[in-house]
């Protein structure tokens, strides 16, 4: 079975700040891992995608992730954070394109 | 570009009634899912649908939801007796090559 933590509900940034969003998984199968982002009263917009290819993977909006096998990690970061970035973080896990395993989400706001 | 669609996007129904949700995935994908997010809780798979039946389902998909592909492009899920607890944001997503599963904007069910 596969599951999806996301460390911190909520996470609250200065504009311009390090944006850090922790994930961590579990998967008995070499993961495919992706970041959703919500924005209030939408739908789920794909972020950026890890599919066994490059470890650094590059998303939307100048957010991207790292891949740590060895720390089962998927954490999400942008350099410097933006007004426009605060919404809810959701990190997911499948396997092959099987059904999406999502972790509870976190809610990013920013501080001007 | 092509996008998931879902009507209608709020639905209100009272308790024992029968609902069905709509969705027109993407038109060449071939995998179809629903989830459902209730309020403030984490994005949960309910069921994915593959070449004309269900290829996997959760706990959740009891005996009182359904899915059909009534046509070439509609993807409907209906719930035949609704229960308080039912309501939710019901998510519709397809997926295409790359593994990741596009999302539809939802539609809110609220059950009275």
């Known amino acids: 079975a596969q599951s999806v933590t996301q460390l911190g509900s909520h996470v609250s940034v200065s504009e311009g700040a390090l944006v850090l969003l922790r994930c961590n998984y579990s998967s008995s199968v070499p993961p495919y891992l992706f970041w959703y982002v919500q924005y209030p009263n939408q739908g789920l917009q794909l972020l950026l995608k890890y599919t066994s290819a490059a470890t650094l993977v590059k998303g939307i909006n100048g957010f991207e992730a790292e891949f740590k096998k060895s720390e089962t990690s998927f954490h999400l970061t942008k350099p410097s954070a933006h007004m426009s970035d605060a919404a809810e973080y959701f990190c997911?896990?499948?396997?092959?394109?099987?059904?999406?395993?999502f972790g509870g989400g976190t809610r990013l706001m920013v501080k001007p | 570009e092509p996008e998931v669609t879902q009507t209608p996007s709020h639905q209100v129904t009272q308790m024992g009634q029968e609902v069905i949700l709509r969705c027109v995935p993407i038109s060449n994908h071939l995998y179809f899912y629903w989830y459902r997010q209730i309020l403030g809780q984490k994005v949960e798979f309910l069921v994915s649908?593959?070449?004309?039946?269900?290829?996997?389902k959760s706990e959740i998909f009891d005996d009182q939801f359904s899915v059909e592909r009534p046509d070439g492009s509609n993807f409907t899920l209906k719930i035949r007796s609704t229960k308080l607890e039912d309501s939710a944001m019901y998510f519709c997503?397809?997926?295409?090559?790359?593994?990741?599963?596009?999302f539809g904007p939802g539609t809110r069910l609220t059950v009275t």
């Open positions: 997503a397809s997926i295409g090559l790359g593994y990741e599963q596009y």
């Open positions: 649908f593959y070449n004309n039946e269900i290829s996997e």
């Open positions: 997911a896990v499948s396997d092959a394109g099987n059904m999406l395993t």
